[in-house]
């Protein structure tokens, strides 16, 4: 079992910035992924960013350029840092975990909301 506890988000102006950080605990495995997923209201989860322990990242064409994803493989933590927020950022961020052996499975985090409005 994996437990993740997120931080970070909450209320972000247009154009503003706002880091997200998570923590991971309990049977870690590597290689591993860890990184963000959001949802927004009436869509379905999809990727934001991804970062393996071996440093490969995987992001949405959405974010390139304004997120930022980056990791701490010895503390278990994952950061993104989010910069020139958009309303259409706004969506409940979730931390996503995955030990990379064929079988395993992901883990999710609580969610943390981040609302980007003026």
């Known amino acids: 079992q994996v437990q993740l506890v997120e931080s970070g988000g909450g209320l972000v102006q247009p154009g503003g910035s706002v880091r997200l950080s998570c923590a991971a605990s309990g049977s870690i495995g590597t290689p591993n992924t860890m990184g963000w997923y959001r949802q927004a209201p009436g869509k379905q989860r999809e990727l934001v960013a991804t970062?393996?322990?071996?440093?490969?990242?995987e992001s949405a064409d959405s974010v390139k350029g304004r997120f930022t994803i980056s990791r701490d493989s010895a503390k278990n933590t994952v950061s993104l840092e989010m910069r020139d927020a958009s309303p259409t950022d706004t969506a409940v961020y979730y931390c996503h975990f995955k030990t990379l052996v064929s079988g395993s499975p992901g883990y999710w985090g609580q969610g943390t909301q981040v609302t980007v409005s003026s």
């Open positions: 970062k393996t322990s071996i440093g490969d990242i």
